[in-house]
C-alpha cells in the first residue's frame, strides 16, 4: 500500500511539471520507473511528443529540481524523432502523463500494422528459443528490450551531424550514454545466456564475447563487432573528453546495425 502511495505521488509530481511546460503536446513515463524495477543506478526514461526541442533541457532541469534527482539520470526522448517500433513499446507499455489532446491517438494512428506484427514474431521466436534452457525469461527479455531501444536511439543520432553532437552538450551525453548502454547491455546479454548454460568462465569482456563465438551463440562478425566495441565503452567511461566524434559515430553505426543474436 506504501509503495502503491509512493507511486502516485511521484508521478503526480512529473504531471505537475509537464503542465508547465506548454510545448509539451504528450507525455509518458517508460522504462525501469514506470515497471516498478528501478535501482539506484536507473535512468529516469520519459517520451515526450513536441516540436520545440529546445524546451527539453529546460524540462530536465525542472524535473531534476523538484524531483531532487540529477540531471543525468533523466532521459527525455522526443517521440517526433523516435522509430515505429519504439513508438509502440513506449505507447503500449508507459504511463501517460500528459495528452493536450488526441495525441496519442495520432501516434498510434502512425504505427504500421506491419510493426505489431513484427514484434509479436520477436516474441514467439524470442520463446522458442528459450525453450528448455535454464535461463531467466525475464531477465533477458529486459535486457533485450533496452538493446532494442539502445539500438532505436543510436540510429537517430546518426542522422544528424557528428559535429553538431560533439558541440551540443545534451546531444552529446544522451549519444555517449546510449553508446555505453548499448555495448554494456549486450555484454551483459551474452554473460547471462553464458552463466544460465554453464558454457564457461569469463575474466574480462572481451571473454565473454569469444566464448559465445566458440559455442555458436553469436556469429563471427558480431564477436568481431563486439571486440571493436570494447575500448569504446572503456572510452565513454574513463576518458570522455578525449573522444573522437567521427570514429565514434562509425562505431555507432555498427552496433545499430549489430543485433547480436544467436545463430542457431
Known amino acids: 500500500m506504501e509503495a502503491a502511495k509512493k507511486r502516485e505521488t511521484f508521478i503526480q509530481m512529473l504531471r505537475?511539471?509537464?503542465?508547465?511546460?506548454?510545448?509539451?503536446?504528450?507525455?509518458?513515463?517508460?522504462?525501469?520507473?514506470?515497471?516498478?524495477?528501478?535501482?539506484?543506478?536507473?535512468?529516469?526514461?520519459?517520451?515526450?511528443?513536441?516540436?520545440?526541442?529546445?524546451?527539453?533541457?529546460?524540462?530536465?532541469?525542472?524535473?531534476s529540481r523538484v524531483l531532487g534527482i540529477p540531471e543525468e539520470k533523466f532521459s527525455v526522448l522526443n517521440l517526433e524523432d523516435a522509430g515505429q517500433i519504439?513508438?509502440?513499446?513506449?505507447?503500449?507499455?508507459?504511463?501517460?502523463?500528459?495528452?493536450?489532446g488526441m495525441y496519442g491517438k495520432e501516434l498510434m494512428r502512425e504505427i504500421e500494422p506491419e510493426t505489431v506484427d513484427?514484434?509479436?514474431?520477436?516474441?514467439?521466436?524470442?520463446?522458442?528459443?528459450?525453450?528448455?534452457?535454464?535461463?531467466?525469461?525475464?531477465?533477458?527479455?529486459?535486457?533485450?528490450?533496452?538493446?532494442?531501444?539502445?539500438?532505436?536511439?543510436?540510429?537517430?543520432?546518426?542522422?544528424?551531424?557528428?559535429?553538431?553532437?560533439?558541440?551540443?552538450?545534451?546531444?552529446?551525453?544522451?549519444?555517449?550514454?546510449?553508446?555505453?548502454?548499448s555495448i554494456e547491455g549486450a555484454i551483459d546479454l551474452l554473460r547471462h545466456v553464458i552463466l544460465g548454460l554453464n558454457l564457461g568462465v569469463a575474466e574480462y569482456y572481451k571473454d565473454y564475447v569469444e566464448i559465445s563465438k566458440g559455442k555458436g551463440v553469436i556469429s563471427m562478425e558480431t564477436a568481431e563487432n563486439l571486440l571493436e566495441l570494447i575500448p569504446t565503452r572503456h572510452t565513454l567511461v574513463h576518458r570522455y573528453r578525449e573522444?573522437?566524434?567521427?570514429?565514434?559515430?562509425?562505431?555507432?553505426?555498427?552496433?545499430?546495425?549489430?543485433?547480436?543474436?544467436?545463430?542457431g
Open 16 to 63: 505537475e511539471v509537464l503542465a508547465k511546460f506548454g510545448e509539451i503536446k504528450f507525455a509518458c513515463l517508460f522504462g525501469s520507473y514506470c515497471e516498478d524495477r528501478a535501482m539506484p543506478a536507473s535512468d529516469l526514461d520519459m517520451a515526450v511528443l513536441t516540436g520545440e526541442s529546445r524546451v527539453i533541457p529546460y524540462l530536465t532541469a525542472e524535473l
Open 86 to 100: 519504439l513508438k509502440l513499446k513506449v505507447l503500449s507499455r508507459g504511463v501517460r502523463l500528459l495528452d493536450r
Open 118 to 181: 513484427l514484434l509479436e514474431n520477436e516474441r514467439e521466436s524470442f520463446r522458442a528459443w528459450l525453450k528448455g534452457n535454464p535461463l531467466d525469461e525475464s531477465l533477458l527479455k529486459r535486457i533485450l528490450t533496452q538493446l532494442s531501444e539502445d539500438t532505436e536511439d543510436l540510429k537517430e543520432f546518426l542522422k544528424k551531424d557528428p559535429e553538431r553532437v560533439r558541440l551540443d552538450k545534451n546531444l552529446r551525453k544522451a549519444f555517449e550514454r546510449t553508446m555505453q548502454t
Open 243 to 263: 573522444v573522437d566524434y567521427q570514429k565514434l559515430m562509425v562505431r555507432g553505426e555498427e552496433n545499430s546495425g549489430d543485433d547480436t543474436q544467436a545463430t
